[in-house]
């Protein structure tokens, strides 16, 4: 069976930050996830742009941006510049008017599009692929 490592950096020591990037990078991790939260879209802030900016900068590897903001579209910029080809971008279809518009921004920008699908009430966590487009069923709401 094959499978890939996803190092949730949001419970990463931000003290250390630096340090614990380069550990998981040397340990074979595949990737980093990134939960960025506003405070509006769920009630709790998480990371920042700034600290997916320097991960970002420290490793090579591929980042998992999960946005849990409010209207993404009107942002999405902010975040793709400081992103690279092969990284993927996670929106919630509901925290947005026309998620399509935001999905076809990020594949633009080269990156891979997903979605994130909360409103489903069951114990399970998945992601698959329709087209280019990663849909993932989480097992927890976001916040």
Do not use: W
């Amino acid at each position: 069976m094959d499978f890939e490592l996803t190092a949730s950096m949001m419970c990463a020591d931000f003290g250390n930050l630096q340090k614990e990037v380069e550990a998981l990078d040397e340990a074979g991790i595949d990737s980093f996830h990134i939960d960025i939260m506003d405070g509006r879209y769920v009630p709790n802030f998480a990371m920042s742009l700034n600290d997916m900016r320097y991960i970002a900068r420290t490793t090579a590897k591929p980042l998992d941006v999960h946005l849990m903001i409010e209207h993404p579209l009107n942002r999405i910029g902010l975040f793709l510049s400081d992103l690279r080809p092969g990284d993927t971008v996670y929106i919630h279809p509901e925290a947005e008017y026309h998620p399509s518009t935001t999905l076809q921004e990020i594949i633009n920008a080269g990156m891979i599009p997903a979605l994130i699908q909360t409103a489903i009430k069951v114990p399970i966590n998945k992601k698959i692929k329709i087209g280019m487009i990663a849909v993932v069923i989480p097992s927890v709401i976001p916040s």
